[in-house]
């Protein structure tokens, strides 16, 4: 039926799990693929197999928290995308814009991964950094 369309949700995991990985419990990998970098990623098995396959996806968030090393610990600093002025502000007639929250959209890949011994398949997405702007540079690289 043309006009129906089915959307499917599902449960997806920050900390990519990459589909070849056999190991009973993706908990038991030894390293960590929360984000990737974008100028080693197609070296690193991890990554290059899902993104070959054209796994991307867009990752959409309030914002994300940068730390920045000082000599008595950490300062914590939300990054977020620039806000209108006004976001409550009403609509013009016949202007169906959302005007809240902008959120912050972030590239990414994602895998699904099976477990050996069968059961439900885990999706997984990792974000894919990039050096720092110049405007955030001074909290971290």
Partial sequence: DADSSERVLMD???????????????SKMQFNTSNCRSDTMLKKSSYKGALLKGKRCVVLA????EWQQHSGG?????????????????????????????????????????PPEGG?????YTIIT???????SFIHH
């Fill in 62 to 65: 309030d914002g994300f928290y």
């Fill in 12 to 26: 997806m995991r920050w900390g990519l799990v990459p589909s070849w990985f056999k190991k009973d419990d993706p």
């Fill in 130 to 136: 990039v050096d720092a702007s110049k405007d955030v």
């Fill in 120 to 124: 439900e398949v885990l999706y997984t």
């Fill in 74 to 114: 950490k300062q914590p600093y939300f990054i977020y995308f620039p806000q209108p002025k006004d976001p409550m502000a009403e609509e013009k007639e016949g202007d169906a814009e959302w005007r809240g929250w902008r959120l912050l959209t972030m590239a990414g890949i994602f895998d699904c991964w099976e």
